[in-house]
């Protein structure tokens, strides 16, 4: 069983700039929420996707996109950085192909964003 | 709307003492609950959680945890920690929705520091 993988690792970026961060479900998931972690915090839900729809948003402004790919996989898309989008990315996944659900989502490792 | 308070921020024990990490919640429908680790430069690992049932939930690496609804809280023990136990905590609560994934609210987290 392939676990939750993103990518890159880490990221640097400039003030205005565009950043795209991208996630790979685990194996026979079919949902993928996206998390932000500023540094001493905890994770923020950003937004979560399930079957190629936005499926809930948190409290984040419109330049933060996403989208679910047909294999589930995800992106997350940040338009016009700004210092304080610098933080740790998550993605979880969960969820199931038959429509079953255990409870629980499952984080990769994330990207770390730098914005300067 | 859910909201997670986890009332320590550092917790200090020596190698082989017992711990307990305290965490409470506020939730005006049935919750999902969880305690997630992350480990220096990680993403999350998903440490136990408590959907429905036996309110003593039993996880990896020797932690437990008790839900207990009156007291709307979900303390995490363990016995006997280990130096590789050092990591931050994270409880986290999501609406008991019962299809998909809810998304996870956490909490500001708890820094376990083992020592000899």
């Known amino acids: 069983e392939t676990g939750v993988t993103q990518s890159p690792t880490h990221l640097i970026k400039t003030r205005g700039q565009q950043v795209t961060l991208r996630c790979s479900s685990q194996?026979?998931?079919?949902?993928v929420s996206w998390y932000q972690q500023a540094l001493g915090q905890g994770p923020q839900f950003i937004f979560q996707?399930?079957?190629?729809?936005?499926?809930g948003r948190g409290n984040f402004p419109p330049r933060f996109s996403g989208l679910q790919f047909p294999n589930y996989s995800s992106e997350l898309n940040v338009n016009a950085l700004e210092l304080d989008d610098s933080a740790l990315y998550l993605c979880?996944?969960?969820?199931?192909?038959?429509?079953?659900?255990?409870?629980?989502?499952?984080f990769g490792p994330g990207t770390r964003l730098l914005v300067l | 709307a859910q909201s997670v308070t986890q009332l320590d921020s550092q917790v200090p024990v020596f190698e082989e003492a017992p711990v307990e990490l305290r965490c409470n919640y506020s939730?005006?429908?049935?919750?999902?609950l969880f305690w997630y680790v992350q480990y220096p430069n990680q993403g999350l690992q998903l440490l136990l959680k408590?959907?429905?049932?036996?309110?003593l939930v039993k996880g990896i690496n020797g932690f437990e945890a008790e839900f207990n609804k009156s007291q709307t809280s979900f303390h995490l023990r363990k016995p006997s920690v280990h130096i590789s136990d050092t990591a931050e905590y994270f409880c986290?609560?999501?609406?008991?929705?019962?299809?998909?994934?809810?998304?996870?609210?956490f909490g500001t987290g708890t820094r376990l520091q083992v020592t000899l």
């Open positions: 979880a996944s969960s969820g199931g192909l038959a429509g079953t659900y255990n409870g629980a989502q499952y």
């Open positions: 194996s026979g998931h079919n949902t």
């Open positions: 996707y399930y079957r190629e729809e936005e499926n």
């Open positions: 939730s005006s429908v049935s919750v999902y």
């Open positions: 408590y959907l429905s049932g036996s309110t």
């Open positions: 986290a609560v999501s609406a008991a929705l019962g299809g998909t994934a809810s998304k996870l609210t």
